[in-house]
């Protein structure tokens, strides 16, 4: 399991390993923490016999400066972020498939003046990418099964990770949009 690493105010910054999360509770870089304990480090023990103990929950706040979503946070799009917000689906077919089988569509060609935006790239397998090819859909008999998003960046950290614990997930839904398909 990974630490979801925040800002001092609580933005999600990175999911980040229990070594690096100690290595911030040992430097106290750590301003404020939530969830279950996750790892317990112990230590050597000093001259009065006490051992030390560094232990991490779930979620920790790190010192520095403050992570801007409106500067920093907007999704990259990518094909591996593309095919994680649509679960891998096609959005021709409705087929679930691995990432070679996967293609990014411009709903709008860009040959149509399309732009490589999220709100206008969808997953489609390569069949369907094929069939539909530099048309509009209007020109084919071809129809959306979703509608193409811009994902927060709340709602990409947890596409970013598969195995995200209950108190890690209910902190990162409370910047989800109400209407993403995440809350379904």
């Not at 489609?124 to 094929?130: D, E, I, S, V």
């Amino acid at each position: 399991m990974n630490v979801l690493a925040l800002d001092a105010s609580g933005l999600p910054r990175r999911w980040i390993n229990f070594e690096d999360a100690i290595t911030y509770h040992a430097k106290g870089m750590v301003v404020w923490s939530l969830g279950e304990t996750l790892a317990t480090y112990r230590g050597g023990v000093n001259k009065q016999g006490v051992e030390s103990v560094l232990s991490t929950p779930s979620i920790i706040a790190i010192k520095g400066s403050g992570f801007s979503i409106e500067k920093f946070g907007r999704v990259v799009l990518t094909n591996k972020s593309l095919f994680s917000r649509d679960r891998h689906v096609c959005a021709y077919c409705g087929g679930n498939f691995t990432t070679p089988h996967l293609s990014r569509d411009h709903v709008i060609p860009r040959c149509e003046g399309g732009a490589d935006t999220w709100t206008n790239v969808v997953t489609a397998c390569k069949p369907c990418n094929m069939k539909k090819g530099r048309k509009l859909l209007e020109d084919t008999s071809m129809k959306l099964l979703y509608v193409p998003y811009e994902p927060n960046h709340y709602e990409h950290m947890i596409l970013l990770n598969r195995n995200i614990l209950a108190d890690q997930m209910e902190y990162l839904l409370s910047g989800v949009p109400k209407n993403s398909r995440l809350h379904a």
